[in-house]
């Protein structure tokens, strides 16, 4: 959109005006861009215009600093109850596509997210020991993530009958050229979500309910962001909560079970 002017000329304002069209455009997945995806265009934008700025020494400030960004909220902490689990795979597997059951049950087991599993090829998957490694990772750093329980039996029964024309996990069709690139299961969960009844509920939300599951079973801030790949505990954080609230039913049910000798004789006593 602004490719065509010059350097000199591209001043905030003129940024503001774009960043606004861009915030009006429909899309394909509704009427308008979000704020928080606008947002992610001037990021990119301004590192660019770093980078012309402090290595290249073409301008003497960096316009995009100066350009207001849409309010952000702290994201979605939706997770999905035993009941609404149960429903979503019951759903899954009565899908036409053969890959959404251990995509979603990959997702629920271990908290990658949807990029990382999608571009799982079979060389990063180590069924003997249990263990995938991830290469490419939003935040760049090489990860491992085990590989365990009802997650490695079906990606084991995945393996038996695997395509053989290509190396990823979840390829999609062949294109005119014949290149293979991994499916994009967004239409077939939708539809599994619509169909299990369930609202307000995305893909990424596997991966809270991944992050959950880790808090109530007693995991650690720092556990949880080893685990889902997080940079540091801020994001962990989010689901201490949890954690405590689970550590305090399992200490209330510990006392009753160890003290309730002592209230029924106090109980007796009393009576007597």
Request: proline share 4%; glycine share 6%.
């Amino acid at each position: 959109q602004i490719g065509h002017y010059l350097l000199c000329d591209v001043t905030p304002s003129l940024l503001a005006e774009y960043r606004d069209k861009l915030r009006r455009n429909s899309t394909h997945q509704g009427p308008q861009r979000s704020g928080p995806t606008c947002n992610r265009y001037l990021a990119a934008l301004s590192s660019a215009f770093s980078l012309a700025l402090k290595e290249w020494e073409w301008l003497s400030d960096n316009p995009v600093r100066k350009v207001g960004r849409f309010k952000e909220n702290q994201g979605r902490d939706r997770f999905l109850t035993d009941e609404e689990r149960q429903r979503l795979l019951l759903a899954c597997a009565n899908s036409s596509n053969r890959y959404l059951t251990p995509i979603v049950i990959l997702a629920l087991a271990t908290g990658m997210r949807k990029g990382e599993i999608m571009g799982l090829r079979w060389k990063d998957v180590d069924l003997q020991r249990g263990l995938i490694v991830l290469h490419k990772t939003k935040n760049r750093q090489k990860r491992n993530v085990p590989l365990l329980g009802h997650a490695h039996e079906v990606i084991s029964d995945l393996a038996k009958v695997r395509y053989i024309h290509t190396e990823l996990l979840f390829p999609g069709k062949p294109d005119k050229t014949g290149a293979i690139k991994p499916m994009d299961p967004r239409s077939a969960f939708e539809r599994a979500v619509e169909e299990a009844e369930i609202e307000d509920f995305v893909f990424h939300g596997l991966r809270h309910c991944a992050a959950s599951a880790l808090a109530m079973g007693g995991a650690s801030e720092r556990e949880i962001m080893e685990v889902l790949g997080h940079k540091s505990t801020s994001m962990a954080q989010r689901y201490s909560h949890l954690s405590e609230s689970h550590t305090r039913g399992v200490v209330e049910r510990m006392n009753k079970q160890i003290f309730s000798s002592h209230a029924e004789a106090d109980d007796a006593e009393s009576a007597s």
